[in-house]
């Protein structure tokens, strides 16, 4: 398993995902770090790097969870978790923001009217007025 962070979110999903959950510098002492091929499986799953972000988050209080508090390897678990879980709700919320805004195609009157100049695109079933008999 492999470890990397180029330091440049804009560069690939990996970055990225590790810059939101400040999993940025190496130590091999970590014991709730992300390896590079369990960022690239979370993002393959659910195919996007938001909703990835979420489900790395979820896997680092897993493994926050299992610290023990006041013992010599990480005392701070509670306040880990407690870090962690907040993130996981603001990812979750730009989650589903970045889902609602990519199912309004169409609203603007641009789009519309490129769509009615594609000549490949099909013509509608049903319009308004369709009932009216005079």
């Not at 590079?36 to 972000?53: H, L, M, P, S």
């Not at 990480?74 to 805004?101: F, N, T, W, Y």
């Amino acid at each position: 398993m492999t470890w990397t962070y180029g330091g440049d979110p804009s560069a690939n999903d990996r970055d990225w995902i590790r810059h939101r959950l400040g999993d940025v510098l190496e130590d091999s002492s970590n014991k709730i770090s992300l390896s590079d091929e369990e960022i690239a499986a979370e993002v393959t799953d659910r195919g996007d790097k938001v909703q990835a972000a979420v489900y790395c988050c979820k896997a680092l209080m897993a493994r926050a969870a299992r610290l023990v508090d006041g013992g010599p390897e990480d005392p701070r678990r509670g306040e880990i978790q407690a870090q962690l879980r907040e993130l996981m709700k603001d990812l979750a919320v730009e989650a589903a923001q970045d889902a609602s805004a990519a199912s309004l195609g169409g609203i603007s009157v641009a789009s519309k009217d490129a769509k009615v100049a594609d000549t490949d695109n099909t013509e509608r079933v049903f319009s308004i007025g369709q009932d009216t008999y005079s």
